[in-house]
């Protein structure tokens, strides 16, 4: 799978959009690119997933650059309960049989 | 139930003692991970389950260390001969079926917290 890269931390204040890149410059065609995030104490939460077109749920927006080797997870109203780790994970629809491999993620703070 | 369940959700042991962590998947869904989250670092997957059958057990940190499932429902990942080094947060994931794409996403539950003094 794809390696990622995400910044250590960000903050953001309440009520703002928060814009969190993602860099996967070594995806391949049929790589996904998905959004967990892990508030404290809790178990991961799934947030959103594409493949090459822009996405949207109740939860994010996910923006994906035409060469596919960047991605945005928007959070379009950040509140204080959206402070957590987000992690940026690519897999293969074919191979790595579904197993997440989990980086260190970015660490929004969302302040008041 | 409508969510991914674990049990329990707490516990403490003594080195060398055996430990069986339990997990409930959503009904319906296939596919079953196991995780390790060390204190303060990222996740680090152990083992899945197609079914009842575990493809690739090569995660799992030591032979100590096993999981089964069945009627493609519960599973129990169980340590044996406990270290302190054992000491995590357990989490456990379902999805629909093994892969990615649209409806393969993991549901995780909220973990076991295992202490090993």
């Known amino acids: ?39 404290h104490s809790q178990g991961p939460q799934y947030i959103i997933h594409g493949l090459k077109n822009n996405e949207t749920n109740e939860m ?17 109203h950040a509140t204080l309960r959206d402070t957590a780790v ?4 690519v ?7 579904g197993k997440l491999t989990f980086g260190q993620g970015t660490i929004l703070t969302v302040h008041p | 139930g409508a969510g991914v369940s674990q049990s329990p959700s707490n516990k403490v042991t003594e080195k060398g003692k055996d430990v069986e962590l339990r ?27 197609q079914g ?7 995660g799992l940190p030591s032979d100590r260390f096993s999981a089964e499932r069945t009627g493609e429902s519960v599973s129990t990942l169980t340590i044996q001969r406990t270290q302190q080094e054992d000491s995590a947060v357990y989490l456990c994931a379902s ?8 409806g393969n996403e993991q549901f995780f539950g909220p973990g076991t ?3 090993v003094l």
Not at chain 1, 65 to 73: C, F, G, P, Q, V
Not at chain 1, 91 to 97: I, L, V, W
Request: glycine share 8%; net charge neutral.
């Open chain 1, 1 to 39: 799978d794809a390696k990622t890269t995400q910044p250590t931390s960000m903050d953001c204040a309440e009520g703002r959009a928060a814009n969190l890149p993602c860099n996967h410059s070594t995806i391949s065609g049929n790589e996904y690119v998905y959004w967990y995030r892990q508030i």
């Open chain 1, 60 to 76: 994010a927006s996910l923006i994906i650059t035409e060469d596919r080797k960047s991605s945005t997870l928007i959070l379009p």
């Open chain 1, 86 to 89: 987000y992690y940026c994970i």
């Open chain 1, 91 to 97: 897999r293969g629809k074919y191979t790595s049989y």
């Open chain 2, 23 to 49: 997990c409930d998947p959503i009904s319906g869904h296939t596919a079953l991970y196991w995780y390790r989250q060390r204190l303060g670092q990222g996740l680090e997957f152990l083992i899945y389950f």
């Open chain 2, 52 to 58: 009842n059958s575990a493809p690739d057990k090569s």
């Open chain 2, 95 to 102: 999805s629909l079926e093994v892969g990615s794409g649209s």
């Open chain 2, 113 to 115: 917290r295992l202490t």
